[in-house]
């Protein structure tokens, strides 16, 4: 007889996983996490470097194209009869002396140095509801208040203008028209259309000093010369506005600033006092002058940088002889590459640089980049540049001369 079996059906076999097998299975995943996380991170980094190689292309345009912009409007209402009214200039504004008798030229480069940014600052009027020029008819027989025209053209009460004799060697002065007044003075025989014009001082006219001989060391008595004499009339040209914007690397921006200021920056976090920054990412501008042979000559027979006793301070009778600039800007990648991606560049005229090369003349400007501030562990070479450069007439200049 067969005993029945009391253990109930068969359960089937169930395989686990080892723990060697575990093991082996979570080192192949983090393998595997390793890998893909260095291919995005190295995908990233060459994001990063790619777009920041476009930013520099596009900030390089961009700087170069607003300098060209201010150097054609450079001189623009300060030449009367061929020539600039003056070369110097006498300023004052709201209780203080701007200028006294300072060079006043439409461009002056100021030079960086061996491995620093040149410093570049245009002059001109904008004289938004038109220019014009009026003649002195009566003599100034001591500084006063009163100017005596041919005629007020477009002058209005609260213009400013500037008063100086072209060819003369004097200076200019800048003032403000605080009336009109028809006729008065000995108009010369004028007897239509003669008029005074008073700038006098005050808070609505704070470019008119109280005293003239206070506020300047040489306070011009402009007055009327009859035709034929060495210096001629004086002559007021209506300016509506005055610019003298320099522009400047700082903290590795180029940006723009009234020449009387002494701007400054922080680079953490990023901000600027008594600047305009324009575009990010600009880490050097060169500047040259071009120089003709004469003053009534538009060839330009040589390039110089603003150094040595001609050019870091040109004379009266140098000045003419500017009649274009020529620019280098440098900008830069944001991102660092992780080796050195730039090398020392030396033009086609054995001009070597520290740094990517510009023009590939003789004369061509250096560019040092040795001192521009980097990353910390990064040298100038483990970033990306864009060299952008132009030749620019002084448009005003060569209408002029």
């Known amino acids: 007889m067969m005993r029945a079996d009391m253990r109930g059906p068969a359960m089937p076999r169930q395989a686990g996983v080892t723990l060697i097998e575990l093991m082996v299975g979570v080192t192949i995943g983090l393998i595997v996490m390793l890998a893909i996380t260095s291919a995005v991170s190295t995908m990233n980094l060459q994001r990063r470097t790619t777009v920041s190689g476009n930013d520099a292309k596009e900030n390089g345009q961009n700087a170069i194209a607003l300098l060209d912009r201010a150097a054609r409007a450079a001189g623009n209402g300060l030449f009367y009869n061929g020539q600039l009214l003056c070369t110097t200039l006498n300023a004052y504004y709201n209780g203080s002396v701007v200028s006294d008798g300072a060079p006043f030229a439409p461009v002056k480069i100021s030079d960086g140095g061996t491995s620093g940014s040149d410093k570049i600052t245009f002059v001109?009027?904008?004289?938004?509801?038109?220019?014009?020029?009026?003649?002195?008819?009566?003599?100034?027989?001591?500084?006063?208040?009163?100017?005596?025209?041919?005629?007020?053209?477009?002058?209005?009460?609260?213009?400013?203008?500037?008063?100086?004799?072209?060819?003369?060697?004097?200076?200019?002065?800048?003032?403000?028209?605080?009336?009109?007044?028809?006729?008065?003075?000995?108009?010369?025989?004028?007897?239509?259309?003669?008029?005074?014009?008073?700038?006098?001082?005050?808070?609505?006219?704070?470019?008119?000093?109280?005293?003239?001989?206070?506020?300047?060391?040489?306070?011009?008595?402009?007055?009327?010369?009859?035709?034929?004499?060495?210096?001629?009339?004086?002559?007021?040209?209506?300016?509506?506005?005055?610019?003298?914007?320099?522009?400047?690397?700082?903290?590795?921006?180029?940006?723009?600033?009234?020449?009387?200021?002494?701007?400054?920056?922080?680079?953490?976090?990023?901000?600027?006092?008594?600047?305009?920054?324009?575009?990010?990412?600009?880490?050097?501008?060169?500047?040259?002058?071009?120089?003709?042979?004469?003053?009534?000559?538009?060839?330009?027979?040589?390039?110089?940088?603003?150094?040595?006793?001609?050019?870091?301070?040109?004379?009266?009778?140098?000045?003419?002889?500017?009649?274009?600039?020529?620019?280098?800007?440098?900008?830069?990648?944001?991102?660092?590459?992780?080796?050195?991606?730039?090398?020392p560049c030396t033009n086609a005229a054995g001009v070597a640089n520290n740094g990517p090369c510009s023009f590939q003349d003789a004369d061509s400007p250096v560019i040092d980049l040795s001192n521009v501030p980097v990353a910390p562990g990064k040298t100038w070479r483990h970033y990306r540049y864009r060299v952008y450069h132009s030749v620019i007439p002084l448009r005003n200049v060569l209408w002029n001369y």
């Open 124 to 343: 001109y009027a904008e004289a938004a509801r038109g220019s014009s020029i009026s003649h002195i008819v009566d003599n100034m027989p001591n500084p006063s208040s009163n100017f005596v025209v041919n005629n007020k053209g477009a002058l209005a009460e609260g213009d400013l203008a500037l008063i100086g004799v072209p060819g003369s060697g004097r200076p200019c002065t800048l003032f403000q028209v605080s009336a009109l007044v028809p006729g008065g003075g000995n108009c010369n025989g004028i007897t239509t259309d003669c008029v005074k014009i008073q700038h006098n001082p005050g808070g609505s006219t704070p470019y008119n000093p109280s005293n003239p001989d206070h506020a300047f060391s040489d306070s011009p008595k402009y007055g009327y010369e009859k035709t034929g004499t060495t210096a001629g009339p004086a002559v007021v040209s209506r300016i509506g506005a005055l610019h003298h914007d320099t522009y400047e690397v700082l903290c590795n921006s180029l940006v723009s600033h009234d020449a009387s200021k002494a701007p400054g920056c922080t680079s953490s976090p990023l901000a600027f006092t008594d600047a305009i920054p324009w575009v990010a990412n600009v880490v050097m501008l060169q500047a040259q002058y071009g120089i003709s042979d004469k003053a009534d000559s538009d060839v330009v027979t040589s390039w110089q940088n603003a150094s040595g006793p001609t050019w870091s301070a040109p004379a009266a009778a140098d000045v003419p002889r500017i009649k274009a600039i020529r620019v280098a800007v440098v900008s830069r990648s944001v991102e660092p590459g992780g080796s050195q991606v730039s090398a």
